[in-house]
C-alpha cells in the first residue's frame, strides 16, 4: 500500500502535484514535469491513451448539467441578475471543456499547443471566480442589473482577470522573463489565495444579502450546501488523493471526487440564485405568457353556456353553490329550526 503522505509548498506546486494530477503539473517543476505518487490508469480507445477515464465520464456529465442549467437561466426572462449570473456558467462550461481535453490526453503533453490551452485554462478558472464574486454583489444593486453598465463591468473586469492570469501562466511556462516554470510562485498566487479569495468574498457577500433582505432563511441552506460540496472536493483531492488512487486500485483518484463535489457546488450556485429571484409574470416573455388569461376566458364562456341550459329553478338554488344573486342566503340547520318555532 502506498504510504499516505501530504505535503503543502507554498508558492510552488511540487507537493499538490505529487498527490493529484492537475492541467498545470506536466510542464512546471523539473523539465519533465511533476508525476503524482499514484494516478488514475488510463484506458486505450480506438488506438488513443485516454487519462483519467472516470473523471472524463463526470465531466461529460457535469458539462450536460451544465448546459441545462444555462437554459432555465436564459428562460427566466425577468428575474434579477439573469444576464450576469448566466456569463458565470458559460465561464464554468468553457473550463469543463478544457479540463476535460487536457487531463484526458485528447490534448497530447507532447503537444506545443498544451501550455498555450493550460493557460486559457487557468485564466478561465480564475476569471470565474472573479465573475462569481461580482454577481454576489448584483443582489445588492450598486448598479442596476440588465444594465449596459452592470453587463460590461463583469464583462471587461473578467476578461482583463483573463488576460493578467493567462498571460502569468504561459510567461511561467516559457519562462518569459523573471518567471520560471521552476519557480511558479506568481501562479500559484493566483492559482490558491486568488481564487479562494474570491470564494470566500462570494460566500460572505451572500450571507449578508439574506440576512439583510430577504425575509426566507431557506437560502441560507443552498449556500451552506455549496461552501461544503466545494470544501469537501477540495479536501479529497489535496489530502486525500492518494489513499483513494491507492486503495480504488488505480481507477479513480481524487480528481474525480473534486469534480463532482465541485459540480454540485454550482448545481447549489445554480439553486441559490432561482429561489431568490423571482419572475415577473406580467412582464415575462415566453410561450405560456397569455395561459391564465385564456383560462380565465375559457372559464367563464363554460360558466355562461352552463346557465343557460339550466331551468329557472336550477339557476335560483345551484346544487352544491351559492344562491342566485338577490335570493338570500340560509345558515345551516336554520330550516330546521324555523319548523319547530
Known amino acids: 500500500m502506498v504510504d499516505i503522505t501530504f505535503q503543502f509548498d507554498a508558492f510552488n506546486f511540487d507537493g499538490i502535484c505529487k498527490t493529484v494530477q492537475l492541467t498545470l503539473c506536466p510542464i512546471i517543476g523539473r523539465d519533465e514535469g511533476i508525476v503524482p505518487v499514484c494516478y488514475s490508469r488510463n484506458v486505450e480507445l480506438a488506438d488513443n491513451l485516454i487519462f483519467q477515464p472516470a473523471t472524463l465520464i463526470i465531466d461529460v456529465v ?115 522573463g523573471p518567471f520560471s516554470h521552476r519557480s511558479p510562485g506568481a501562479l500559484w498566487v493566483f492559482y490558491i489565495i486568488i481564487n479562494g479569495v474570491f470564494f470566500i468574498t462570494y460566500v460572505i457577500s451572500q450571507i449578508v444579502l439574506v440576512l439583510r433582505s430577504l425575509d426566507d432563511r431557506w437560502p441560507l441552506g443552498d449556500i451552506l450546501f455549496g461552501f461544503l460540496f466545494f470544501i469537501f472536493g477540495q479536501v479529497l483531492m489535496y489530502i486525500f488523493s492518494v489513499a483513494i488512487c491507492d486503495n480504488t486500485k488505480h481507477y479513480i483518484d481524487g480528481a474525480f471526487f473534486n469534480t463532482i463535489c465541485t459540480l454540485l457546488a454550482v448545481m447549489m450556485i445554480y439553486k441559490y440564485w432561482d429561489s431568490i429571484t423571482k419572475e415577473d409574470l406580467e412582464f415575462s416573455v415566453g410561450a405560456k405568457q397569455n395561459v391564465w388569461e385564456v383560462k380565465e376566458l375559457m372559464a367563464e364562456d363554460e360558466l355562461s353556456s352552463h346557465r343557460n341550459s339550466m331551468t329557472p329553478l336550477q339557476q335560483q338554488y345551484p346544487p352544491f353553490g351559492r344562491p342566485a344573486s338577490g335570493v338570500p342566503m340560509q345558515q345551516y340547520g336554520q330550516q330546521y329550526h324555523n319548523q319547530f318555532d
Open 62 to 176: 457535469a458539462i450536460i448539467m451544465v448546459g441545462f442549467m444555462i437554459y432555465h437561466i436564459r428562460s427566466k426572462y425577468t428575474a434579477v441578475g439573469r444576464k450576469e449570473i448566466v456569463m458565470f456558467f458559460y465561464m464554468y462550461l468553457l473550463t469543463l471543456i478544457l479540463e476535460m481535453l487536457l487531463l484526458t490526453g485528447i490534448i497530447p503533453i507532447s503537444s506545443p499547443v498544451y501550455q498555450w490551452f493550460t493557460a486559457i485554462q487557468l485564466g478561465l478558472i480564475t476569471s470565474s471566480w472573479w465573475c462569481l464574486m461580482l454577481n454576489g454583489f448584483v443582489g445588492f444593486q450598486f448598479a442596476e442589473d440588465g444594465t449596459p453598465m452592470s453587463l460590461w463591468s463583469i464583462r471587461l473586469s473578467s476578461l482583463i482577470i483573463f488576460l493578467i492570469t493567462g498571460f502569468i501562466a504561459i510567461a511561467t511556462f516559457v519562462e518569459l
